[in-house]
């Protein structure tokens, strides 16, 4: 049968676009600013790869297909063992081995990313292990997704310099791919319909030689010409803002060499990894799982906006997303990238903290806050607030200050002032949770947001701010005496079997102040229950030992103690393992129960990042043979390559659905936060003490016992009651004349309010001598409206 060479590939769109798998078996970039390139692997092949930015996906994925006698066909993807093995433990150059499952064949591949440009390497054997190779058609599959989206694309076979490329363009980015040795034939079609992959799978070659595909959901095929003595090839991808542009770097890397671009990426990662702590750590899996987590951390990085780190290069459930997840986890979270600086701090690299925490002064907004998530040049993505993201850039500055990283802290002081502030007049409630699902009275958020309020007022001092700093501290020690009236519950007969007066609660509503709560259905070890038929208040979490590992409370508090049976009872996860940790009591975030893709519902499973956290905890408590042994399970809890998931399958097998009990499911990975964790941990089992932990709350709460003389009164945290013996703090967001009474309105008092010089305006209300049952009534007047408050509000004296 004849090849043809036909202009334009019929089917268009194509079908509709889809991402691929996110359990990761590699990631890497080139560690150079001339190589805007990021890369990920998955079931032996090419993922996405990234450019000109980190947050930018331009593919799907990049593998090949053999096909021979006999109409023999095999995908990579789907039909071989493969086996992934980086360079050396912490350096993510990939060697490759896919050996087809029926014995037929053999590739070894090596993938690099090329330093000196913006294309990626891949040197590719072909080794029959039957037959001759002239029995076999190897042909590359390549499905742009450019740029981050899989519709809309453009494909084409065109020439540059005597080499017949491979070309893709959308949304103003454009790919060529080469190969130094020639391509038989070539086609661009669409996907489900002339695309390459059905011509193979129909004929076993490429029949049809379409030309062109455009604007639809598109893929690239090239037939390699591997014959007798040419059974290696080197394949090069590169990118850029034109076609010229993208099939010049193409061509310059075939021409640099596949070994002189391998010898300088890895040179570049040595360099990178010599300078660090020497944490290292055989893992079951014979590697380093420490220079595992230290390349995961810096393979995330941005080139061309130092201090960016993404919270993975994975998209959850990928094969399931369309181009409606223009995120992924290739975003910023501020949370995790406070926490990547930590474990860059802890693993030695504290320029990167620094430069970190200079990223985030560059894209805090006006009002003092972070977004939820941002792409890198600091557009919001998510539009949601959550309180403990605005809170952690100043722990980050504080540790970096003690670690003696900080030498001009004044720089950052504007940055500090201005989310203490926000933190000041939008605190305690969480905005949303630090899971991002639900606003209300959260352990995990108060801890941040307290001890950040102490650290800033540490800052403050330093500037010569007496007032603001005292301002500051009083009114963390007002959040830190009614952490237990706002969070400590819990439903009575879960209580009453656990033997404990109660446990602190996930979140806590902010119209529920005390300690009687609904109850509901007791949850059952190791199950989720649907949340909707669980109180809010009853919602039990981890996210509670958050207050031992920021200093409020001790490890042996009788709350914390008692929390954490509720956390074992209800969150614990028995795995091959060990023991790992659900995220909270009814949580869906996770495949459904039949392994099925999370779809905006499902069931959650256990993440490797709480029992490394869990670890913590037990260092903190002076158990380091408990804290080794959840560094062993949370290290087994890896992939194959040491990469860490989000989260782990914890049912039997489904092989459909590439799950297998306590091994990692289709969320992300790796998960960027979890190995800052990891690091963290072996840095703190080095030290022998939890090594982010503030000592401002342990001096301050634990052994100085400081308690408050206040209860704060504020718009967005309406007190209905407070002790008797406390002055009351009213805190405003804007200069008032606080018109009160104690009687009824029989007789009023005007009192100004006092500007704090953090953005909000307080009064404090003598009251401290009333007794149990009296009232105190009030209402205001905004001088600079000219208007009044039109509403009165009242705040009762208890015991």
């Given at each position: 049968?004849?090849?043809?060479?036909?202009?334009?590939?019929?089917?268009?769109?194509?079908?509709d676009a889809?991402?691929?798998?996110s359990?990761?078996?590699?990631?890497g970039t080139?560690?150079s600013?001339d190589?805007?390139?990021?890369?990920?692997?998955?079931?032996?092949?090419l993922?996405?790869?990234?450019?000109?930015?980190?947050?930018?996906a331009?593919t799907r994925?990049?593998g090949f297909?053999v096909?021979?006698?006999?109409?023999?066909?095999?995908?990579?993807?789907?039909?071989?063992?493969?086996?992934?093995?980086?360079?050396?433990s912490?350096?993510?150059?990939?060697?490759i081995?896919?050996?087809?499952?029926?014995?037929?064949?053999r590739v070894?591949?090596?993938?690099?990313?090329?330093?000196?440009r913006?294309?990626?390497?891949?040197?590719l054997?072909?080794?029959p292990?039957?037959?001759?190779?002239?029995?076999?058609?190897?042909?590359?599959?390549?499905?742009?997704?450019?740029?981050n989206?899989?519709?809309?694309?453009?494909?084409?076979?065109?020439d540059y310099?005597?080499?017949?490329?491979?070309?893709?363009?959308?949304r103003?980015?454009?790919?060529?791919l080469v190969?130094?040795?020639?391509?038989?034939?070539a086609s661009?079609?669409?996907?489900?319909f002339?695309?390459?992959?059905?011509?193979l799978?129909?004929?076993?070659?490429?029949?049809?030689?379409?030309?062109?595909?455009?604007d639809?959901?598109?893929?690239?095929?090239?037939e390699?010409?591997?014959?007798d003595g040419?059974?290696?090839?080197?394949l090069?991808?590169?990118?850029g803002q034109?076609e010229y542009e993208?099939?010049?770097?193409a061509?310059?890397s075939l021409?640099?060499?596949?070994r002189?671009?391998?010898?300088a990426?890895?040179a570049?990662?040595?360099s990178?990894?010599?300078?660090?702590?020497?944490?290292?750590?055989?893992?079951h899996?014979?590697?380093?799982?420490?220079?595992?987590?230290?390349g995961?951390?810096?393979?995330?990085?941005?080139?061309?906006?130092?201090?960016?780190?993404?919270?993975?290069?994975?998209?959850?459930?990928?094969?399931?997303?369309?181009?409606d997840?223009?995120?992924?986890?290739?975003?910023?979270?501020?949370?995790?990238l406070?926490?990547?600086?930590?474990?860059?701090?802890?693993?030695g690299?504290?320029?990167?903290?620094?430069?970190?925490?200079?990223?985030?002064?560059q894209?805090?907004?006006?009002?003092?806050?972070?977004?939820q998530?941002?792409?890198l040049?600091?557009?919001?993505?998510?539009?949601g607030?959550?309180?403990?993201?605005?809170?952690f850039?100043i722990?980050?500055?504080?540790?970096?200050y003690?670690?003696g990283?900080?030498d001009?802290?004044?720089?950052f002081?504007?940055?500090?002032?201005n989310?203490a502030?926000y933190i000041?007049?939008?605190g305690p409630?969480?905005g949303?949770d630090?899971?991002?699902?639900d606003?209300?009275?959260s352990?995990f958020?108060?801890?941040v947001?307290?001890?950040?309020l102490?650290?800033?007022?540490?800052?403050l001092?330093?500037?010569?701010?007496?007032?603001?700093a005292t301002?500051?501290r009083?009114?963390?020690d007002?959040?830190?005496?009614?952490?237990e009236?706002?969070?400590?519950?819990g439903?009575?007969?879960?209580?009453?079997?656990?033997?404990?007066?109660g446990?602190?609660?996930?979140?806590?509503?902010?119209?529920?102040?005390?300690a009687?709560?609904p109850?509901?259905d007791?949850p059952?070890?190791?199950?989720?229950?649907d949340?909707?038929?669980?109180?809010t208040?009853?919602?039990?979490?981890?996210?509670?030992?958050?207050?031992?590992?920021f200093?409020l409370?001790?490890?042996?508090?009788?709350?914390?103690l008692a929390?954490v049976?509720?956390?074992?009872?209800?969150?614990?996860?028995d795995?091959?393992?060990g023991?790992v940790?659900?995220?909270?009591t009814?949580?869906g975030?996770?495949e459904?129960?039949d392994?099925t893709?999370f779809?905006?519902a499902?069931?959650g499973?256990?993440w490797?990042?709480l029992?490394?956290?869990?670890?913590?905890?037990?260092?903190?408590?002076?158990?380091?043979?408990?804290?080794?042994a959840l560094?062993?399970?949370?290290?087994?809890?890896a992939?194959?390559?040491?990469?860490?998931?989000?989260?782990?399958?914890?049912?039997?097998?489904l092989p459909e659905?590439?799950?297998?009990y306590?091994q990692?499911?289709g969320?992300a990975?790796?998960l960027?936060?979890?190995?800052?964790?990891?690091?963290k941990l072996?840095?703190s089992?080095a030290?022998?003490?939890v090594?982010?932990?503030?000592?401002?709350?342990?001096?301050?709460?634990i052994r100085?016992n400081t308690?408050?003389?206040?209860?704060?009164?504020?718009?967005?945290?309406?007190?209905?009651?407070?002790?008797?013996?406390?002055?009351?703090?009213?805190e405003?967001?804007?200069?008032a004349?606080?018109?009160?009474?104690?009687?009824?309105?029989?007789?009023?008092t005007?009192?100004?309010t006092?500007?704090?010089?953090?953005?909000?305006?307080f009064v404090d209300?003598?009251?401290?001598d009333?007794?149990a049952?009296?009232?105190?009534?009030?209402t205001f007047?905004?001088p600079?409206a000219g208007?009044?408050?039109?509403?009165?509000?009242?705040?009762?004296?208890g015991?």
């Open positions: 049968m004849m090849r043809t060479a036909l202009d334009f590939a019929p089917g268009a769109p194509g079908i889809r991402w691929t798998s359990a990761k078996s590699g990631v080139a560690l600013e190589s805007p390139i990021w890369f990920t692997l998955s079931h032996g092949i993922n996405e790869i990234y450019y000109p930015r980190i947050d930018s331009c994925d990049f297909v096909t021979g006698p006999d109409g023999y066909f095999s995908e990579e993807k789907r039909d071989c063992v493969s086996v992934t093995r980086p360079f050396e912490g350096i993510p150059a990939y060697h081995t896919n050996t087809a499952a029926d014995g037929t064949y070894e591949k090596q993938v690099i990313s090329d330093p000196a913006a294309s990626i390497l891949q040197q054997s072909f080794i292990l039957k037959g001759q190779t002239a029995d076999y058609r190897v042909t590359a599959l390549l499905a742009p997704h450019l740029v989206a899989g519709n809309l694309n453009s494909a084409w076979i065109g310099e005597g080499h017949k490329v491979l070309f893709a363009s959308g103003s980015r454009y790919l060529a190969c130094d040795l020639p391509f038989r034939a661009a079609g669409f996907v489900g002339s695309d390459g992959w059905q011509q799978h129909r004929h076993g070659r490429i029949m049809d030689e379409y030309q062109r595909a455009d639809g959901n598109v893929s690239l095929a090239g390699i010409d591997f014959r040419h059974e290696t090839a080197t090069a991808l590169g990118f034109t993208a099939a010049a770097v061509v310059a021409k640099h060499g596949f002189r671009a391998h010898d990426y890895i570049n990662w040595r990178w990894q010599d300078g660090l702590e020497t944490l290292d750590r055989d893992t899996h014979g590697i380093n799982s420490y220079r595992v987590s230290t995961v951390l810096a393979a995330h990085r941005a080139a061309d906006r130092p201090g960016a780190v993404v919270a993975s290069l994975s998209i959850p459930w990928g094969a399931s997303k369309s181009d997840d223009l995120g992924g986890y290739h975003l910023v979270w501020p949370r995790d406070v926490e990547t600086a930590g474990g860059f701090l802890a693993a690299d504290a320029d990167e903290a620094l430069a970190i925490l200079n990223y985030l002064r894209v805090q907004q006006p009002s003092g806050r972070w977004p998530n941002l792409w040049d600091g557009k919001p993505y998510w539009p607030v959550q309180m403990d993201e605005c809170a850039p722990l980050l500055a504080d540790m970096l003690r670690h990283h900080l001009h802290a004044a720089d002081m504007p940055m500090i002032r989310a502030a000041l007049a939008n409630t969480t949303e630090r899971w991002e699902e606003a209300g009275y352990p958020t108060l801890a947001e307290i001890a950040a102490l650290a800033a007022a540490d800052f001092d330093m500037e010569g701010d007496v007032a603001g301002h500051l009083e009114t963390a007002c959040w830190n005496a009614q952490i009236q706002w969070t400590f519950a439903e009575q007969s879960l209580c009453e079997a656990l033997g404990i007066s446990h602190y609660v996930r979140i806590a509503p902010p119209e529920t102040t005390d009687a709560r109850s509901g007791t059952i070890r190791n199950q989720t229950p949340r909707s038929t669980l109180p208040s009853d919602v039990i979490s981890p996210d509670a030992l958050a207050l031992v590992r200093g409370r001790a490890p042996d508090d009788p709350h914390i929390t049976k509720a956390i074992d009872h209800c969150l614990r996860a795995l091959p393992q023991p940790w659900y995220r909270y009814g949580d975030y996770g459904h129960a392994g893709a779809d905006g499902g069931q499973r256990p490797p990042l029992t490394g956290e869990r670890a913590h905890y037990e260092l903190a408590a002076g158990r380091r043979e408990a804290a080794e560094l062993t399970t949370m290290e087994k809890s992939g194959l390559s040491g990469l860490f998931p989000e989260q782990v399958w914890d049912q039997p097998d659905h590439e799950l297998f306590g990692p499911s969320s990975m790796p960027v936060w979890a190995h800052a964790e990891h690091i072996l840095r089992l030290d022998g003490a090594f982010d932990l503030p000592p401002q709350g342990v001096e301050r709460y100085n308690t408050s003389h206040l209860r704060i009164w504020c718009f967005n945290n309406r007190i209905a009651g407070m002790p008797c013996g406390k002055t009351l703090r009213i405003l967001a804007d200069d004349v606080v018109h009160w009474s104690v009687d009824g309105w029989a007789t009023t005007d009192t100004k006092t500007a704090s010089g953090l953005g909000t305006y209300l003598p009251v401290q009333m007794a049952g009296d009232d105190i009534v009030f007047f905004w600079n208007v009044w408050e039109n509403e009165d509000f009242t705040v009762r004296l015991e």
